[in-house]
């Protein structure tokens, strides 16, 4: 049709998501540009290989070619279909998806202290924390003077959970230092604290995050705000055996061959 413009054209940084609708009981497969931060394809047929290779079928083998970087949550059906279809392309995972994945662990830890408290005799402590979901999985930030009060109850009545909060939230500083070596530091240093702690959820988390602690090399990509996270400072994107590209600082994202 005259005056359409394809979006697909010029594609060379793009992320691979899933958004559910229908009060979660169906998914979209999106496709969004990381320099331009729109959106430019969706569908409808669910979050699996299918779905992802009718993208690639619509993008074409020749700007398949031209793809660098492609993000996505990690999962290995993403990783495969791009590997065959995006050879050139370094295979990512953005920073919101890594910080998910201590926040599942909180909420986790959550629901047990909850249930240990209950078998303890101690009912009116496990009530306290049944609304305590958001003060627990929000930024710092963004916590109301409600939440930053339940938080302080948290701090004061269970230390275990505390502690919990306190790795979601230094995993998120990780993702805004000024540099690939500080970031490095600062991932040592938790995974480390993690350890220490010796909280099974967050354990779990480290036999994932460490395989990525030595894919951290700069390189410059511009990324939409929710997947940069961009309120954690001056983020960077770090991937493995990249050359620095000549974009704005708006981002970080873990890379591998």
């Not at 994945?101 to 202290?113: F, M, Y």
Request: aromatic fraction near 8%.
């Amino acid at each position: 049709m005259a005056g359409t413009t394809d979006r697909l054209t010029g594609l060379r940084r793009v992320g691979i998501d899933e958004i559910s609708y229908r009060k979660g009981q169906r998914y979209i497969l999106r496709v969004v540009d990381h320099d331009t931060g729109r959106q430019v394809w969706a569908g409808e047929g669910g979050a699996n290989q299918g779905t992802l290779l009718a993208f690639f079928k619509a993008l074409g083998w020749k700007r398949a070619r031209q793809l660098t970087h492609v993000t996505s949550d990690g999962a290995e059906w993403i990783h495969t279909i791009v590997k065959a279809k995006a050879k050139r392309a370094k295979l990512c995972m953005d920073p919101f998806h890594v910080v998910q994945w201590a926040t599942k662990a909180i909420d986790a830890i959550r629901r047990r202290v909850q249930g240990d408290l209950t078998r303890a005799g101690r009912p009116e402590q496990a009530k306290s924390l049944k609304g305590s979901r958001w003060a627990l999985l929000k930024d710092i930030h963004e916590l109301d003077a409600g939440q930053k009060a339940t938080l302080a109850g948290i701090q004061r009545d269970n230390r275990i959970l505390y502690r919990a909060y306190l790795l979601k939230e230094q995993l998120r500083y990780v993702f805004a230092a000024a540099t690939p070596s500080r970031a490095k530091s600062l991932l040592a240093g938790w995974l480390a604290w993690v350890k220490r702690s010796k909280i099974p959820e967050f354990v779990a988390v480290t036999t994932t995050v460490e395989k990525m602690r030595d894919l951290m090399q700069e390189v410059r990509l511009s990324l939409p705000p929710r997947t940069a996270l961009s309120r954690a400072g001056r983020p960077w994107v770090a991937c493995e055996q990249s050359r620095k590209l000549q974009r704005p600082l708006s981002g970080r994202i873990f890379c591998r061959a």
